[in-house]
C-alpha cells in the first residue's frame, strides 16, 4: 500500500541577524512554504540583550523555526533568549536549526579538569521548552564527533544532516569529474565521510609525532595523477590541510581541492589559502565550504580558491520534516 503524501506545512522562520542571507535563500527554496519572520535585536545601555519579537500573538497555533548562528559566542546568549521563548508561545511546533554545532570539537576529557562543552552545549539545547507540538527539532550539519547525538536528552529531536550531497554534486560538474578521488586527512574524517563516498577511489592520510612535531603522512591509497579533493567536517587555522595538500603533492597528484562543511577560519585563517602570486604557488585549484558559518562567507565572497555550496535548499527540506 503506497504512503499517502501529506500537505507542506508552512513555517514561519526567524533568523538570527549574521544569518539573514542565508534565511532568504532557504524562503526562496521553499516555495511560497516559509515565511520570513522579523526580530528587534536590540540591547540595553548595560550591553543585554533588549529583544523583541514581532507578530508573537499571531504564531499561536502555527509552525515556527529559528535559524541560529553560535559561531561568535558574544551572540549565544541572545539567541538563546528567543528560543527559549518561541516555544512558549503557543506554536504548533518549533524547529531549531543551527547548522554549525561549535564545541564539538571540544567533546572529550584527557585529563581531569577539562571541560567537555560539547556536553555543556548539549544541555542547553536540551532543555528548550516543549512546544504544544512536542519537543523541539534540532537541525545540525556534519557534527564533529559521532556519539554526540547521545549527548541531547529526549527533550530534543536531533536531526543531523550533511552537506556532502551539495559537495558531490559541485564534483559532478568539474571538467575533470572521472578523475577524482576524495582523500581523508585523518581516521576521524574517514570513520565521519566514508560511507558516503563508496562510488569515489579514496585515499586516508594519517598524523604521526616525530619529536614534538606532527607529521601528516599517506596512510593509503594511490593519487598520482588525479585530482584528490580533502574531505573534512570542519578547518579552524587550516594547518593539516595545507600539510596534507604538500604530502599528496609530493605522491603525484594533479590537482589538490578541499571540502569542509564548517569554515571557521579564526583571525582570518583564510587568507593562508587565497590565491596569491607565489603564495603557496595556489595550492589549492577549489575550497569549497558551506554557508553554515556565515561571517566567513561574507569574507571569502568573490576570493579564489574559495566557493561556497549553499545549506538552503536542504535546511528548506529539513523544515518539511
Excluded at 12 to 28: G, H, K, Q
Excluded at 94 to 99: A, H, I, S
Excluded at 155 to 165: A, C, D, H, K, Q
Excluded at 275 to 302: Q, R
Aim: aromatic letters at 12%.
Amino acid at each position: 500500500m503506497a504512503m499517502v503524501k501529506c500537505p507542506k506545512k508552512h513555517v514561519n522562520l526567524f533568523y538570527s541577524s549574521d544569518c539573514e542571507e542565508l534565511a532568504r535563500n532557504v524562503a526562496s527554496h521553499s516555495f511560497h512554504h516559509v515565511t520570513l519572520q522579523s526580530i528587534k535585536w536590540r540591547s540595553f545601555a548595560d550591553g543585554f540583550p533588549n529583544i523583541f519579537i514581532e507578530n508573537a500573538e499571531e504564531l499561536r497555533g502555527q509552525h515556527v523555526a529559528f535559524l541560529a548562528s553560535f559561531s561568535s559566542p558574544a551572540h549565544v546568549f541572545e539567541q538563546l533568549s528567543v528560543i527559549y521563548a518561541l516555544p512558549r508561545l503557543f506554536v504548533a511546533s518549533f524547529t531549531l536549526v543551527l547548522p554549525f554545532f561549535p564545541t564539538g570539537s571540544f567533546e572529550r576529557m584527557e585529563e581531569e579538569g577539562d571541560v567537555a562543552t560539547a556536553f555543556t552545549l548539549a544541555r542547553m539545547l536540551t532543555n528548550i521548552p516543549i512546544s504544544r507540538g512536542g519537543p523541539t527539532s534540532l537541525v545540525i550539519y556534519d557534527i564533529h564527533a559521532l556519539q554526540e547525538r547521545f549527548y541531547f536528552g529526549d527533550e530534543v529531536l536531533p536531526l543531523f544532516e550533511t552537506g556532502i550531497p551539495l559537495l558531490k554534486q559541485r564534483l559532478q560538474q568539474l571538467p575533470d569529474a572521472d578523475n577524482v578521488v576524495i582523500a581523508f586527512p585523518d581516521d576521524g574524517a574517514w570513520k565521519r565521510f566514508h560511507k558516503q563516498f563508496e562510488s569515489f577511489s579514496v585515499v586516508v592520510c594519517t598524523k604521526v609525532r616525530e619529536g614534538d612535531k606532527r607529521i601528516v603522512r599517506l596512510k593509503e591509497g594511490n593519487v598520482t595523477g588525479y585530482h584528490v579533493v580533502i574531505v573534512d567536517d570542519l578547518v579552524q587555522s587550516g594547518s593539516t590541510l595545507i600539510e596534507c595538500q604538500k604530502v599528496l603533492a609530493a605522491h603525484g597528484a594533479a590537482k589538490v581541492s578541499a571540502y569542509v562543511t564548517h569554515g571557521v577560519f579564526p583571525n582570518q585563517s583564510w587568507e593562508r589559502f587565497v590565491h596569491k602570486n607565489g603564495s603557496l604557488e595556489n595550492a589549492f585549484a577549489y575550497f569549497w565550504i558551506t554557508d553554515s558559518c556565515p561571517l566567513t562567507v561574507k569574507a571569502i565572497a568573490n576570493k579564489a580558491p574559495f566557493e561556497v555550496l549553499s545549506l538552503a535548499g536542504s535546511i528548506a527540506n529539513a523544515l518539511q520534516i
